[in-house]
């Protein structure tokens, strides 16, 4: 009961933190659009990068990054994660050293002023509309041409089921397999404590958040996109089995 009090006391908190550093951060934020990719985006990767470490201190929060040294200058990647709370998209972006985008919703870019930073560093995706995905798959296509990393949830939503990982969507192996590109995966943990979402609605609560980068994963000549995505999903669920315990 204390918890549960003090937890959503502490939601108020954040989203007074939140709102207060949005308002400081979309102007500059806006401006980078007006700035030659992919410097435009590596300008608004910085700016996302110290807005979220002052927010999580702010919340309490510790964040510990594994395996950046798995990315190569000059290489670009496809990144996949998992996907437990919305805490994971603005860690991830951030987090993830080179310029990005991430495949995300398109309703939550109507959000007033927090929109405008949504839709910066996104690929904007309505999961209702066919013609949608075609579009945005072309998209992913165009930030890997520019020399940009793809950050991509493969399981599509949050995972609320009590396994390590929801079944994999296709689209992240399709194009790894079409462009080449290698494939790194990613591991986050503990968001879910944090901000538990639908589970227990406007509740937060401090807890060290873990991102791990794995070693890159390459193409192999003749792999298919669904065998690519077997390799991969049992590589995140091996490894998030084997440090679960360690990160609670």
Request: charged share 20%; hydrophobic share 40%.
């Amino acid at each position: 009961m204390i918890k549960n009090i003090a937890g959503r006391i502490w939601a108020f908190w954040g989203a007074t933190v939140f709102v207060s550093t949005l308002l400081i951060m979309v102007i500059p934020i806006w401006l980078t659009n007006y700035i030659k990719e992919p410097l435009g985006t590596e300008i608004f990767r910085r700016m996302s990068k110290t807005w979220m470490e002052f927010f999580l201190l702010m919340l309490g929060c510790r964040l510990v990054v594994k395996g950046k040294s798995y990315f190569i200058k000059k290489q670009n990647y496809i990144v996949v994660s998992n996907h437990n709370s919305y805490m994971d998209i603005p860690l991830s972006t951030p987090q993830i050293p080179g310029p990005n985008k991430t495949i995300a919703k398109a309703e939550l870019a109507k959000i007033p002023l927090f929109g405008l930073i949504y839709s910066r560093g996104s690929v904007l995706v309505d999961r209702k509309s066919e013609r949608s995905r075609k579009e945005s798959y072309g998209k992913m296509k165009a930030v890997l041409r520019q020399g940009l990393h793809m950050c991509i949830y493969p399981e599509g939503s949050r995972n609320k089921t009590g396994e390590p990982l929801k079944s994999f969507h296709d689209g992240a192996f399709k194009l790894a397999v079409e462009t080449g590109k290698p494939i790194i995966p990613a591991l986050i943990f503990n968001t879910k404590k944090v901000l538990p979402g639908s589970s227990k609605p406007f509740f937060l609560w401090p807890a060290t958040i873990h991102m791990d980068f794995l070693e890159p994963v390459l193409v192999e000549p003749g792999m298919t996109a669904a065998q690519l995505k077997e390799k991969i999903f049992r590589i995140m669920y091996d490894y998030y089995k084997n440090n679960e315990a360690n990160y609670s």
